[in-house]
């Protein structure tokens, strides 16, 4: 169990459309390790990322379209109440796993249970 969250409940997710080169190339960068750590506890802009991981705002959009594709952060839509929405990312996983097998590398990664993650989107007052 988590020790910031002994409740979470948390489950290897073995999944087949895990992309183990993906994943091991975007932990092996440092901007996309930033951006994991700015987004551990909670969901920033591409803006906000660029602006707390002191990074080019195109190098914030490539990375966090790599982090994406390698599943280890989820996109949702904060929902502003002036009218501006925006995609907010945030890190998705507790744990990897990797594996050297049968000439293979594996992945594997610890998530909360879909019951305990949080909504698509988000709500702001900006």
């Known amino acids: 169990m988590s020790a910031t969250n002994p409740d979470a409940r948390r489950s290897w997710q073995r999944d ?3 992309d ?4 091991l ?3 092996d960068d440092d901007a996309c390790r930033a951006i ?3 987004t551990a506890e909670t969901a920033l802009t591409a803006t906000e990322l660029s ?3 002191d990074i080019p705002m195109s190098t ?3 990375k966090v379209e790599m982090l994406t ?3 280890l952060v989820a996109e949702q839509v904060r929902i502003n109440t002036s009218g501006k929405h925006a995609t907010e990312y945030r890190k998705n996983f507790d ?5 050297v097998a049968d000439g293979g590398v594996e992945v594997e990664l610890t998530k909360q249970d879909e019951a305990d993650s949080a909504a698509s989107y988000a709500v702001a007052d900006d």
Not at 20 to 23: C, L, R
């Open 20 to 23: 183990p080169q993906a994943v």
């Open 16 to 18: 087949e459309s895990i």
């Open 69 to 71: 594709e390698a599943d």
């Open 60 to 62: 914030a959009y490539r």
């Open 36 to 38: 994991l750590e700015a």
């Open 95 to 99: 744990d990897v796993l990797v594996s």
């Open 25 to 27: 190339a975007a932990l």
């Open 51 to 53: 602006e707390e991981c």
